[in-house]
Nanobody, 125 residues
Framework: QVQLVESGGGLVQAGGSLRLSCAAS????????MGWFRQAPGKEREFVAA????????VYADSVKGRFTISRDNAKNTVYLQMNSLKVEDTAAYYC??????????????????WGQGTQVTVSS
């Protein structure tokens, strides 16, 4: 069993920044690839970013590349998503997810078996 708790969402103006955090417990965190996904109202869930066990490899969706940075602190069992230059279209509920240790670092949401409850990010114009 894995528990994931996101925090850091909120309301921000376009061009602003937010940092999301996801605290994990229940599984050896350092063994798990981690990912961030988002879902806007009326839209399907989409991949945002993923990070390998050690943090040495990261993958980003084209829509956030150059603006968002995923990182992790295995000593704190926490993964982060630094979001800069936010756009109105970034408005969504953001979810972190954990994959089993044997899975690769991937944008495929079916590879992740535990999900957080989500944190809302709203970007105003």
């Amino acid at each position: 069993q894995v528990q994931l708790v996101e925090s850091g969402g909120g309301l921000v103006q376009a061009g602003g920044s937010l940092r999301l955090s996801c605290a994990a417990s229940g599984r050896t965190f350092s063994n798990c690839p981690m990912g961030w996904f988002r879902q806007a109202p009326g839209k399907e869930r989409e991949f945002v970013a993923a990070i390998s066990r050690s943090g040495g490899r990261t993958v980003y969706a084209d829509s956030v590349k150059g603006r968002f940075t995923i990182s992790r602190d295995n000593a704190k069992n926490t993964v982060y998503l630094q979001m800069n230059s936010l756009k109105v279209e970034d408005t969504a509920a953001y979810y972190c997810a954990a994959a089993p240790p044997v899975r690769p670092t991937t944008p495929n949401d079916s590879e992740y078996d535990y999900w957080g409850q989500g944190t809302q990010v709203t970007v105003s114009s």
